[in-house]
T-cell receptor
C-alpha cells in the first residue's frame, strides 16, 4: 500500500462547479498535512496547510479525518485558472528522520 | 527576496558524463531535499539532508550523489551510473518539524 494515495483523475469540470479531492495516508502517527498545486512543467507550490479543525482559504476548504486517515480538498466556484495537479502531502517518519511524503497528484481540468 | 535558486534551468548531458545541479537557499532552512519527476508522474525523493554535513538516501538514490558542506547549498551530481537521467529535478527546503517545503523552479536534464 502506498503511503499517500490519491485518485489521479483527471477531473473535468465546468467553470463554477464545486469539486472535491480525497487523499488517504497510511501512517497514523502523521501530524502535518498540506495541499500543493503544480502547474504543467512548473514546481509545486503550497496551496494550504490542513488543520485538525478544518480550514478555509477563499474558495478552498481543507478537511482532515484522523480516524479514517484521509484528507480532503474542496474547491468551490471553479475557475479556469484552477486547472492544475493537486498534490496531497503528509509528514512521516522514515529511518528516524522526519520528511514529507507526496501523493502522485490529482489532475483538475476546468473548462468554459 | 528569500527563496530557493536552482541552476541551470536546462542542462544537457553527454553519455558517460557527470553533471552537477546547483541548489541554493537563503531562507535559513535546516532541511533540504532533491526530487526527480518524470512526465505525468509524481515526485520521487532522491536525497535529503536535515543538517550540514549529513544526508540520507531517498527512494531512488542510485546513480546520484550529494554534499551538504554549507547550510544554504545542496548540490546534486547525476553520475554516469544513472542510465536514465532525463527528468525534471526539483530542490526543496524547509524549517524542520511540521513546516511545509518550498521548492526551487527546477532543472530540466536531458541526454544529448
Amino acid at each position: 500500500r502506498k503511503e499517500v494515495e490519491q485518485d489521479p483523475g483527471p477531473f473535468n469540470v465546468p467553470e463554477g462547479a464545486t469539486v472535491a479531492f480525497n487523499c488517504t495516508y497510511s501512517n497514523s502517527a502523521s501530524q502535518s498535512f498540506f495541499w500543493y498545486r503544480q502547474d504543467c512543467r512548473k514546481e509545486p507550490k503550497l496551496l494550504m496547510s490542513v488543520y485538525s479543525s478544518g480550514n478555509e482559504d477563499g474558495r478552498f476548504t481543507a478537511q482532515l479525518n484522523r480516524a479514517s486517515q484521509y484528507i480532503s480538498l474542496l474547491i468551490r466556484d471553479s475557475k479556469l485558472s484552477d486547472s492544475a495537479t493537486y498534490l496531497c502531502v503528509v509528514n512521516g517518519l522514515s529511518g528516524g528522520y522526519n520528511k514529507l511524503i507526496f501523493g502522485a497528484g490529482t489532475r483538475l481540468a476546468v473548462h468554459p | 527576496d528569500g527563496g530557493i535558486t536552482q541552476s541551470p534551468k536546462y542542462l544537457f548531458r553527454k553519455e558517460g558524463q557527470n553533471v552537477t545541479l546547483s541548489c541554493e537557499q537563503n531562507l535559513n532552512h535546516d532541511a533540504m531535499y532533491w526530487y526527480r519527476q518524470d512526465p505525468g508522474q509524481g515526485l520521487r525523493l532522491i536525497y535529503y539532508s536535515q543538517i550540514v554535513n549529513d544526508f540520507q538516501k531517498g527512494d531512488i538514490a542510485e546513480g546520484y550523489s550529494v554534499s551538504r558542506e554549507k547550510k544554504e547549498s545542496f548540490p546534486l551530481t547525476v553520475t554516469s551510473a544513472q542510465k536514465n537521467p532525463t527528468a525534471f529535478y526539483l530542490c526543496a527546503s524547509r524549517l524542520d518539524g511540521d513546516q511545509p517545503q518550498h521548492f526551487g523552479d527546477g532543472t530540466r536534464l536531458s541526454i544529448l
